[in-house]
T-cell receptor, first 114, second 117 residues
Framework: EAQVTQNPRYLITVTGKKLTVTCSQNMNHEYMSWYRQDPGLGLRQIYYSMNVEVTDKGDVPEGYKVSRKEKRNFPLILESPSPNQTSLYFC?????????????FGPGTRLTVT | AQSVAQPEDQVNVAEGNPLTVKCTYSVSGNPYLFWYVQYPNRGLQFLLKYITGDNLVKGSYGFEAEFNKSQTSFHLKKPSALVSDSALYFCAVRAPPASGGSYIPTFGRGTSLIVHP
């Protein structure tokens, strides 16, 4: 089954404790991205990757890191999480980076930072 | 800069009645427009998109959307609503590269659709 998977689905952590949220897709998609969803703000893009070893900042990249060493994986790293990073996070992928391609989303990771 | 507005936080409709979820956009050049649906505790799912051609686009689950360039709108519609259509709906826009568009799509804030039995 074609899908985007994320782990963990739920995470509660404390301020400053480094964490990684994994994202993997099995569709051989070139383009992958991370979003956060906050009430009243919709989805905002954090980082995106057009292909292996090619990443770029989205609208809200502060406090986050990403890497794209393999085509299928695109982990999101929070080096020193803070309470304002409490949010619902989605990974997404699309066949190519072209703007006409729709995205496929993972199930989401709900992160709480205390 | 590109932007999307979904003017209604919530839309209520009775089962069997037609539904409309509104979306207006602002972008340089011809837009690429998308609708996604988010069911509770799930990720977003693609419903339909407008790239070029026929202004009426048909998508999944019986949904359709009409692109209106003069009104800069892309409203989502369905002739007969189902209770199972109750979900959060997001409109998104991208500007094509020739217009200086980026790979960062802009999403609306979402509209909660509630279909009453």
């Amino acid at each position: 089954e074609a899908q985007v998977t994320q782990n963990p689905r739920y995470l509660i952590t404390v301020t400053g404790k480094k964490l990684t949220v994994t994202c993997s897709q099995n569709m051989n998609h070139e383009y992958m991205s991370w979003y956060r969803q906050d009430p009243g703000l919709g989805l905002r893009q954090i980082y995106y990757s057009m292909n292996v070893e090619v990443t770029d900042k989205g609208d809200v990249p502060e406090g986050y890191k990403v890497s794209r060493k393999e085509k299928r994986n695109f982990p999101l790293i929070l080096e020193s999480p803070s309470p304002n990073q409490t949010s619902l996070y989605f990974c997404a992928s699309s066949l190519k980076a072209g703007t006409s391609y729709e995205q496929y989303f993972g199930p989401g990771t709900r992160l709480t930072v205390t | 800069a590109q932007s999307v507005a979904q003017p209604e936080d919530q839309v209520n409709v009775a089962e069997g009645n037609p539904l409309t979820v509104k979306c207006t956009y602002s972008v340089s050049g011809n837009p690429y427009l998308f609708w996604y649906v988010q069911y509770p505790n799930r990720g977003l799912q693609f419903l339909l998109k407008y790239i070029t051609g026929d202004n009426l686009v048909k998508g999944s689950y019986g949904f359709e959307a009409e692109f209106n360039k003069s009104q800069t709108s892309f409203h989502l519609k369905k002739p007969s609503a189902l209770v199972s259509d109750s979900a959060l709906y997001f409109c998104a826009v991208r500007a094509p590269p020739a217009s200086g568009g980026s790979y960062i799509p802009t999403f609306g804030r979402g509209t909660s659709l509630i279909v009453h039995p």
